[in-house]
């Protein structure tokens, strides 16, 4: 009995020297215990994707030369060619820059047919007919909405403006005119019936005043026949030609010249062949109280106007020239002024002078266009 009680002693010293795993012995320092640490864990960030420079590496393709870039920094104005750039793909592609011409001669930029034609300009733009641009289909001619800009397209501008100015400043000399003949009739009005009450008062004072009378009837006959040869000139386009002739000696400058006369064209004042025909019929039109104003470009000249076979050309008629024929505006280059006797008054081109000149008719276009009949 004695044995089975010690050995009972003996396994509970045992049981309480042995430490649990996880459960501070109660025996030990309190301070030097260990519990156990929560296990941490860190979110990982999106990886970051960082565009390349631009023009940061060149290439080279069968449609032209550009630089390697992302796509969306193409932009509107150039078109994006795959398998030219060192690190290719769908993002990272060959960016080139390239102007073209439509079937119709607008003016315009390659681009992507999926980026869309004039994204982000003002009034958009669309794809015409033509493919100057070369590569496949995916590549076309995208022309903004308004046609292409010419170097002629500020000098219309200005031209416009100062048309408009001239047709105001006209607009009120006419009522001027207007006012002025309103008062000489009204002044008339009262001397006639002045003079017809003194020749009711008396026999004699008649007779001096249908001697006055007579007297202002010759005078009215004689000024009369002066407005019979103005009139005559009107019918003519003499005063056309002595218009354009008025500027001889004025060098030929390009986009010089207009209703208001010579102006500072690309090599100076003067005029070009359309700047001298529009001043001449402004001028003759302003000189005879009429109010024609003609287009400033030469093609928009040969479409404005009566138009007349070539063969029954006058002087004052205006002369056009087109290459290969005139049944497109783009086609026709040149126009003077017909002179009569086989001659022209013309600008006719860089390091000449406005002149009278042989007429030349090589590639004149089959119709002329008046203005003074």
Known sequence: M??????????????????????????SDPTTAKTPTATKTTALSPPVFTLPARNSTTCTTPQGSGTCTHVSRCGSGGFTV???????????????????????????????????????VTGGGKFVEGNSCGGDATVRCCVLNGGEKKEGDKKDKKEKAEEEREKAKDGWKDKVKSRKKKATAKKTKATATTTTK????????????????????????????????????????????????????LPYSWGGGGCGGKSRGRTGVGFDCSGLTQYAVCAWSKANGKKITIPRVTGDQYNYGKKVLLKNKKAGDLLFWGKPDCSKRANVYHTAVYAGDGKMVAAKRTGT?????????????????????
């Open 2 to 27: 004695r044995s089975f009680i010690s050995t009972l002693l003996l396994l509970s010293l045992s049981l309480s020297a042995t430490a649990i795993p996880g459960v501070p012995n109660s025996d």
């Open 82 to 120: 795959k398998g030219f750039c060192a690190d290719d793909s769908a993002e990272f592609q060959c960016c080139v820059q390239k102007s073209c011409v439509s079937t119709a001669g607008k003016k315009g930029w390659c681009e992507n047919i999926a980026h869309g034609c004039g994204v982000g």
């Open 198 to 249: 003194k020749t009711k008062t008396t026999a004699k004072p008649k007779a001096t005043t249908t001697k006055k009378k007579t007297t202002k009837t010759t005078k009215k006959k004689t000024t009369k026949k002066p407005k019979a040869t103005a009139a005559a000139k009107k019918k003519s386009g003499a005063g056309i030609v002595s218009k354009a002739k008025s500027q001889s000696g």
């Open 353 to 373: 002078n406005v002149g009278t000149f042989k007429l030349e008719t090589a590639n004149l276009c089959p119709y002329v266009v008046r203005h003074w009949g």
